[in-house]
């Protein structure tokens, strides 16, 4: 796995947002254990104490549960909840933004909409 | 470090601790406190006192003030503490013509804390082959040898001066991976002087800096994060950044880096993107003489 880390943001919470990732694509189901804090430390090559704070911000979140004397574990619903935090963050952040660009390019829905149905037509050909 | 740590749980507790060779002070009535399940770096340039530091810590050099290691002192009650630490000093100082088995053999004779079962463990993960004189070993191989040793000792204080000076890049990784992996845990605590800050940033929880005998900073890695910031600001607003009294300023591509210490981050940010400094960048601004 690459380690690179940004040094604008804690890495802990960079750990925590990786696993985040993990879990919206499928890479960590439901009900999967996460690996242990040393394992993970040893690898990543990162204090223990950071990987304890980063799994302690996903159970803070409800997104991962301690159940004790077998390690951290993936709550039935985290990804479920996830999309949900991420359609609202996309629809509330980034989507103004996107909006904003297509109005300053002077893009419409119709173009937008003709330009997809286009390159559709197009992937069907090439195939 | 500092504040919660003022208890008697310290795994190590100095106060005014100096050392003089003549006239020359190398430690200079210095105070610090560590306390259990840390990972230390304590890092200076050449001759700062790093050594003689740990030294003093070891029971390998007398000293004044108060020192106290997991609550002994080091320079009465040595045999009691080697009991509890292990070191590896940056003068790989196994003899040279033992042999493996014999340097096993040795260890489990000297120290009451020893697994033999631990260390061939340790060994069988590595091409190290017991039959062999330290001499003839890789200076890689004698490194994760000396590990091997002091890993497999059930110490609650590890000392490391620059252990993994003269190794190569996949020795050094398999080093800090193994540390961490099989040795390190919460009641244990690791002291480690290096050159190679850098490779080690992300595995340390406290910093210390000394410079001249003396303690130029001595803080966690999470108030690094929280209390330093370093932001890159376009020179026309140079003058403006200056005002806010950064701790250094540094150039690159025209373009300023200023390092703040505890100044408001609303403030910076409205300067540019903050960042926190690396261990190096930090460790240079301080020795340039920015009060840490």
Redesign the interface.
């Known amino acids: 796995m690459a380690t690179q880390?940004n040094?604008?943001q804690?890495?802990y919470w960079q750990l925590k947002e990786r696993t985040v990732a993990m879990i919206l694509d499928g890479t960590l189901k439901e009900g999967d254990a996460l690996p242990s804090v040393?394992?993970v430390?040893?690898?990543?090559?990162?204090?223990?104490?950071?990987v304890s704070k980063s799994y302690q911000a996903l159970v803070d979140e409800g997104l991962v549960e301690k159940r004790r004397g077998l390690g951290m574990f993936v709550c039935e619903g985290a990804r479920k909840q996830l999309i949900a935090s991420e359609r609202n963050k996309f629809l509330k952040e980034e989507w103004p933004a996107t909006l904003n660009r297509i109005e300053q390019l002077g893009l419409n829905a119709e173009s937008l909409l003709a330009e997809l149905a286009n390159q559709d037509s197009s992937d069907a050909k090439s195939k | 470090m500092n504040e919660s740590a003022q208890t008697s749980n310290s795994i190590i507790s100095a106060r005014g601790l100096t050392k003089r060779y003549g006239r020359t002070l190398a430690v200079d009535n210095i105070d610090f406190e560590i306390p259990p399940g840390r990972i230390v770096g304590l890092i200076g340039p050449n001759g700062a006192g790093k050594t003689t530091a740990l030294k003093a810590i070891l029971g390998l050099a007398t000293f004044e003030g108060e020192l106290k290691v997991l609550g002994l002192d080091p320079a009465r009650q040595r045999a009691r503490l080697m009991e509890d630490v292990c070191f590896i000093a940056d003068v790989a100082v196994l003899p040279r013509w033992i042999r493996v088995w014999q340097l096993i053999d040795l260890t489990e004779q000297i120290h009451p804390r020893f697994s033999r079962e631990k260390c061939l463990k340790y060994l069988a993960k590595t091409k190290i082959e017991q039959h062999k004189k330290v001499k003839h070993l890789s200076k890689g191989m004698v490194a994760q040898l000396h590990l091997a040793l002091v890993m497999s000792i059930d110490a609650r204080l590890l000392v490391l001066d620059e252990p993994t000076l003269g190794l190569d890049i996949l020795f050094r990784k398999a080093f800090y991976t193994n540390l961490l992996n099989d040795y390190f845990d919460e009641e244990r605590t690791v002291l480690i002087t290096t050159h190679n800050v850098e490779e080690i940033e992300h595995i340390l929880t406290d910093l210390m800096f000394i410079q001249n005998g003396k303690i130029a900073l001595d803080c966690s890695m999470e108030e690094v994060q929280s209390r330093y910031a370093e932001v890159m600001v376009a020179h026309e607003k140079a003058d403006e950044a200056r005002a806010l009294k950064p701790m250094h300023e540094r150039q690159v591509f025209g373009r300023h880096i200023f390092l703040f210490k505890d100044t408001d981050r609303a403030t910076l940010a409205r300067m540019g993107e903050l960042h926190t400094p690396s261990v190096a960048d930090l460790f240079v601004a301080t020795m340039e003489g920015g009060e840490a």
């Open positions: 880390w040094d604008s804690p890495i040393r394992t430390a040893a690898e990543l090559q990162l204090n223990p104490i950071t």
